[in-house]
């Protein structure tokens, strides 16, 4: 049963960093505006962290109490013995009963969207709003058989100036702000002085969660109003993969983000939050 004690740090300027013990796991987030609002809970992607929503939490925390959680092996979140979609999806489970939230809007983007999917598929009575951001059924290729991948060293970094261009010689499109608020809240000091990053490197060899086609079932499933974002540029979510959400989803909307690719957060986030916005003010 998860810890309902929601231990606070000293308030930050702008918000509030809790830590939660659900299934045996410090989990930790962030938590924005006020509490007697209605709540919106953001998941990140892989390898990511809580504080890429940072711009996001600020822009929607005066009109809904933001939370931004970092899932099991991310950012100040502990390491796990075991990473899937379908624990993170019980981790998130256990999170929100421990915050007692209800009737709550839930926003997530790549590895962050499969857990929401995964989520919102078993616990419809909930959830009041859904955004999935550049991910979908589609993601498991045919023949597929899981196998456990070697984990390779995370990268050393002799100084942060080196991570942050290191990143960003692999993302072209990147919003340049975001990317250096991004790469700093993810590097972890090693006793040496180097930096490296401060997720666990086994997250690479989560889990998905069964078949394409058992992930349609569940994605058709849900009933929650859904927002779809697509970057227009994406080399994860086609568009035809997103369509066919569209078709087989009760109550689904697609926004196309221009100039996008899969990293939507990153690379285009005004647009993104513009996006989330319109919707949950519905």
Known sequence: MADPTNVRGAPQPEAYDGYVLVGGLRLHYRDWGDPQVRPVVLLHGGTNHARIWDSTARALAPNFRVIALDQRGHGESAWAAFYSTEEMAQDLDRFVSALRLDDFDLVGHSMGGMNALVYAAGRPSRLRRLVIVD???????????FIEREVRPHDVFATPKEAIETVRSHSPRADAAELVHRVRNNLLRLADGRWTWRH???????????????????????????????????????????????????????????????????????????????????
């Open 135 to 145: 991910i979908g059924p589609d993601m498991v290729p045919p023949g597929y058989t």
């Open 200 to 282: 666990d490197p086994a997250t690479a060899n989560t889990r998905p969660p069964g078949t394409n086609e058992a992930i349609w079932a569940r994605w058709r499933s849900i009933v929650a109003p859904t927002l779809l974002v697509r970057g227009d540029l994406s080399g994860l979510l086609s568009e035809e993969s997103a369509q066919r959400m569209v078709r087989e989803h009760s109550d689904c909307r697609l926004v196309e983000i221009a100039e996008a690719g899969h990293s939507v957060p990153l690379e285009q986030p005004k647009r993104l939050l513009s996006a989330i916005q319109s919707f949950l003010s519905e």
